[in-house]
């Protein structure tokens, strides 16, 4: 069993950089790949970034590819993601995911959600 807890979330302007973190309980959370995805109010949830158990592979939507990135630390049990250039566009309420494959996570399937962390950004 793992459990996720999203922060980081909050209002930012068009152009800033949020930082958003999903810590983990459990002492498996180095054998998941990890994840982040995004729900929009009234669109569906939706893949942003994945990265492997080891942490050197990594993948992201087009959309994000430049701005974000996502990593991270073992020892912390923690995932991260860094967000730059935000855009209007990029308002969610943001995911943490966790699951046994990154491939899983990259086409929507995944083992475990955190509740979930809203990021508004203003024009």
């Known amino acids: 069993q793992v459990q996720l807890v999203e922060s980081g979330g909050g209002l930012v302007q068009a152009g800033g950089s949020l930082r958003l973190s999903c810590a983990a309980s459990?002492?498996?959370?180095?054998?998941?790949?990890m994840g982040w995805f995004r729900q929009a109010p009234g669109k569906e949830r939706l893949f942003v970034a994945a990265?492997?158990?080891?942490?050197?592979?990594?993948y992201y939507t087009d959309s994000v590819k430049g701005r974000f990135t996502i990593s991270r630390d073992n020892a912390k049990n923690t995932v991260y993601l860094q967000m730059n250039s935000l855009k209007p566009e990029d308002t969610a309420v943001y995911y943490c995911?966790?699951?046994?494959?990154?491939?899983?996570?990259?086409?929507?399937?995944?083992?475990?959600w955190g509740q979930g962390t809203q990021v508004s950004v203003s024009s």
């Open positions: 995911a966790a699951a046994s494959i990154a491939h899983s996570l990259r086409v929507g399937v995944s083992e475990y």
């Open positions: 459990g002492r498996t959370f180095s054998t998941y790949a």
């Open positions: 990265i492997n158990w080891s942490g050197d592979s990594t």
